[in-house]
């Protein structure tokens, strides 16, 4: 259940990436379409990325002499991980939640007192998260996961950003 | 202070990009010439950004930095939607549009962008307002004919009712009844200041609506903080925060609007917050025929609050 929570998160971190990294990269005005697309090729970065994290967490279960012992150690590590990810989640999702009111003020304030700070904490959260989950682990197998998974979450939205950049030059190049 | 945040230097973009003020033509920049402004005010992050830019014999690639103009221009409508500018814009035009309708005029209405860049501004009020269906000419005028074409291109695509035209916004013709702009004011300094908004003093030019940052103790803070999350380019990091810096206190553009054009009533519109002591990241000089003023309050409704004395 905790991983699967997890899992969904990720799924969530993606599609916000996806969100970002489109954002200031088309000047029309109309973009329902481009930010869909942008949201789901997060979505899709965040799945490859679970998948990969799923695929090494079977393959160390697979290979660890202690599976039992590995499965409870690495189901506490989650639930402590949901300590930090979940408020962080509940912050950004309850200020995105504060722009449906109709105020241009409110919706504004929202960017600079609340996303703009709270994006600015994601990979210090994403850190401590994982730090936080795996330091009073008993097995090196839920350390080192825990690390290739921070890694795979910190590089999804580098490389969203790199395609996206990619992109942009390139349709930038065809103007100009 | 750190040396970027010296608000008596110019902006990168003011420099990289130089039109014959007559014939409006490009003309090569040197790239030393730009570097040396920098270096004279020891400002480490504009060099990196400009050394960062190539250049042919000294000069600078007239192609790579309009790519570069294009590309700051796409991530500074992001800002701009952020902030929903285009709903800021048309709150303040539609009451002053409605205030000349109620005055009497009822021929066609101009509303010129000054500046407009790739024209965010009217391309959203021409997409998402009924102002061009209510009679209103939407034209951006800018000197960069790099953003014009790509304005224009922008509004094609969507099939906007408006235009964009290389040129002098305040030449015979282009000229409108209401001007506006969004950040474009603090690049007037001193005395070109006074004499930018002398220019509006033209019989057919009811009003004018000039959009800009509002300078505060944090305003460079928060800029910084917005810029280093937001934007991706050097030059656009560098010059949104020197912006900030360089924008005009209220009292400066007030006292400059009425002494260069004392047939309209000037002052500040949209400065706090809910009329709380927390300023607007934008603040508003507005300025109108005086015969305007006994309809503006009424047409700006709820939003009436938001004026400051107009004088």
């Known amino acids: 259940m905790t991983l699967l929570a997890l899992y969904l998160l990720a799924l969530l971190d993606g599609l916000l990436c996806g969100g970002r990294v489109s954002m200031g990269r088309c000047a029309l005005i109309h973009k329902r379409v481009y930010y869909l697309r942008a949201l789901v090729s997060g979505l899709l970065g965040a799945q490859i990325i679970s998948t990969i994290a799923l695929i090494a967490l079977f393959a160390v279960g697979v290979l660890s002499p202690h599976r039992a012992e590995l499965r409870a150690d690495l189901e506490a590590a989650a639930g402590r991980m949901m300590w930090i990810f979940l408020p962080y989640a509940a912050a950004v999702l309850g200020s995105l939640a504060l722009r449906l009111i109709p105020s241009t003020d409110l919706r504004s304030a929202t960017s600079v007192v609340a996303l703009g700070p709270l994006t600015a904490v994601r990979s210090p959260i994403m850190i401590t998260g994982v730090v936080y989950g795996i330091a009073p682990s008993h097995l090196p197998e839920t350390r080192l996961l825990g690390l290739f998974v921070l890694a795979l979450m910190l590089s999804l939205e580098y490389f969203l950003n790199y395609f996206a950049a990619k992109r942009q030059v390139a349709e930038i190049r065809q103007l100009i | ?311």
């Open chain 2, 1 to 311: 202070m750190f040396a970027s945040w010296n608000p008596t230097q110019p902006e990168i973009t003011d420099l990289i990009v130089r039109h014959d003020p007559h014939t409006l033509e490009r003309l090569p920049v040197r790239k030393q010439d730009v570097l040396d402004v920098f270096a004279e005010f020891h400002n480490r992050q504009a060099m990196r950004a400009l050394e960062a830019l190539s250049s042919q014999d000294g000069i600078l690639n007239a192609q790579e930095i309009d790519r570069l103009l294009v590309t700051i221009h796409w991530e500074m409508q992001r800002l701009g939607e952020e902030f929903y500018h285009g709903p800021r814009v048309f709150a303040a035009v539609s009451a002053v549009v409605a205030a000349i309708r109620a005055q009497g005029h009822l021929g066609p209405l101009r509303v010129v962008d000054i500046g407009s860049g790739i024209g965010y501004t009217l391309r959203w009020l021409a997409a998402r307002t009924p102002l061009a269906s209510r009679g209103l000419e939407l034209v951006g005028v800018d000197l960069n004919s790099a953003l014009i074409r790509e304005a224009n291109r922008l509004s094609r695509a969507e099939k906007l009712p408006c235009r964009f035209v290389h040129g002098d916004a305040f030449s015979p013709d282009h000229s409108g009844q209401i001007y506006l702009s969004t950040g474009v004011i603090h690049h007037f300094r001193g005395p070109a200041l006074v004499e930018f908004l002398s220019r509006h003093q033209r019989p057919e030019t009811h009003a004018f609506l000039h959009f800009d940052f509002q300078p505060s103790f944090l305003a460079p803070y928060g800029s910084w903080f917005f810029h280093i999350l937001r934007m991706r380019t050097r030059v656009a990091r560098h010059d949104g925060v020197l912006s900030a810096v360089r924008a005009h206190a209220a009292e400066t553009l007030v006292q400059a609007a009425r002494s260069a054009a004392p047939e309209f009533a000037s002052g500040m519109y949209g400065v706090k917050i809910w009329n709380t002591p927390l300023p607007r990241v934008f603040h508003t000089l507005i300025g109108v025929r005086r015969t305007l003023l006994p309809h503006l309050k009424v047409h700006f409704g709820r939003l009436a609050s938001r004026l400051g004395e107009l004088k």
